[in-house]
């Protein structure tokens, strides 16, 4: 990176960004309060709007959102008439699956091999020390020159809309000329990436009843009808021979049209077994960026330890289906439900519900925001130009804020590219990303101020 007094900054507060995102990281702020303790979330967003409250931040309050989380906000005002920017990351985690799985404790900050490694270290947690980052190196060198804002969200891995319905509550409160959602990531380590493009989600409780209790596979077997079978029948039904995504009256996927994602280095990245092929046709990206999936996230049937010859009763799954900008998430969900239930065999029982949803985005990059990015991203990642790529994710606020501020310029940055392993186990960050990141997202401050 060349040197500048911004640059310098950051690399200077990096040693102090690692211990503040390690203590961020202890908390096990999943929102799932049914499995993790809410006081681990309360605690999070306490810590939050400490630092905020550290950094001179305004108006600092932890909001209760109407799904039973908390959300924090915070105000920095910038010079008279300046613009106004919104920060936005999020505070709570995804679970951190089988922990002894991970090569060192999920919620300790570990570094190994020049990555941090914990669970929201990428995703979120690490966005939100990246804002902090940002703002400390400007206030060093000649002050803040917008408005800031920052918003913390509490619940965005479980989906359920409390910040959403929040801000269409109280819609004065995020509004801004610019907003920078810090929770996607580069295309890959080094590459600087804006993300342009959204997929949505929208989550089905599926539950199939076929008899009134268990009954031994020897005597009943053959004839008496069995849930989990009738279960995978539906579930087989998701998917065409080649492994695409078939719901009845979903519109298919169209093509791709930016940076295109090698198949090769699409296999590394996702660590598919050798000799095991993709799924679906057309491009890598016209699979995972434009295009609808489908994904069973679970099912309700005995383990094989301890499973006894039964015809099972009862099964039931999470089905989720991803869909691409220009499909509704809400009809999409209806789509799967009334698919799941055509499917059904057997005239056995079925029931489904809608869990959670959040809708497709598509960004207008030709804004002066974009300009004012590509301009920082040039300084932060030397020799490099700004990519435009999509991603296959859903970030529900951002459509709820399009929507709010139809003028808002929205740029999606972040630090979970492909080796961060969000989501999954090994959660990791690289602190040079965090740095460069950083840079960038200070200088465009400073860029969007003058545009």
């Known amino acids: 990176m060349s040197s500048n007094p911004v640059a310098e900054t950051v690399a200077a507060l990096l040693p102090r960004a690692k211990a503040e995102l390690a203590e961020l990281v202890a908390f096990k702020s999943v929102a799932d309060f049914a499995q993790f303790p809410k006081s681990e979330s309360e605690g999070a967003a306490n810590w939050v709007a400490d630092a905020l409250r550290a950094e001179d931040f305004t108006d600092v309050a932890i909001l209760d959102t109407p799904d039973g989380t908390q959300s924090v906000y915070g105000c920095l005002p910038g010079p008279e008439g300046a613009r106004t920017v919104l920060l936005y990351a999020h505070y709570d985690v995804q679970p951190p699956l089988d922990e002894a799985a991970w090569t060192t ?206 015809v099972q009763a009862s099964a039931r799954a999470l089905v989720n289906l991803r869909v691409p900008p220009g499909v509704d998430a809400a009809e999409a969900g209806k789509l799967l439900q009334a698919h799941l239930e055509a499917h059904t065999p057997w005239g056995a029982r079925v029931r489904t519900e809608p869990v959670g949803q959040g809708q497709p985005f598509r960004a207008d990059t030709g804004s002066p925001a974009y300009r004012a990015m590509a301009d920082a991203m040039a300084v932060a990642y030397p020799d490099e130009t700004m990519q435009y790529a999509g991603q296959g994710g859903s970030i529900p606020l951002c459509n709820t804020l399009a929507g709010l501020y139809p003028q808002a310029e929205i740029l999606l940055i972040g630090l979970s590219e492909p080796k961060a392993q969000i989501h999954a186990v090994n959660e990791s960050v690289s602190p040079e990303e965090l740095e460069r990141l950083s840079v960038a997202e200070a200088l465009f401050l400073r860029n969007y101020a003058a545009s």
């Open 105 to 310: 404790p999920p919620f300790e900050l570990t570094e190994r091999d020049g990555r941090w490694y914990g669970r929201g270290a990428a995703d979120c947690k690490g966005g939100l020390i990246m804002h902090l980052l940002a703002l400390r190196a400007l206030k060093a060198n000649g002050g803040v020159p917008v408005t800031v804002k920052v918003i913390a969200e509490g619940s965005e891995e479980m989906g359920t809309g409390g910040l959403e319905r929040y801000a269409e509550q109280h819609p004065e409160l995020l509004a801004a000329d610019a907003i920078v959602i810090g929770d996607t990531g580069n295309f890959r380590l080094g590459l600087p990436t804006v993300t342009t493009t959204l997929r949505g989600m929208t989550s089905v409780r599926i539950q199939i009843d076929t008899l009134q209790g268990n009954l031994h596979s020897g005597q009943f077997g053959g004839a008496a009808p069995d849930a989990l079978a009738a279960l995978i029948r539906v579930l087989d039904s998701l998917r065409a021979e080649d492994g695409a995504t078939t719901v009845d009256g979903l519109t298919p996927g169209t093509r791709w049209e930016g940076l295109e994602y090698d198949e090769k280095q699409f296999r590394t990245d996702a660590k598919v077994l050798d000799g095991v092929g993709l799924i679906g046709d057309g491009s890598v990206a016209d699979r995972i960026w434009a295009g609808p999936s489908v994904t069973v996230l679970g099912i309700d049937c005995p383990p094989v330890v301890g499973a006894t010859p039964s």
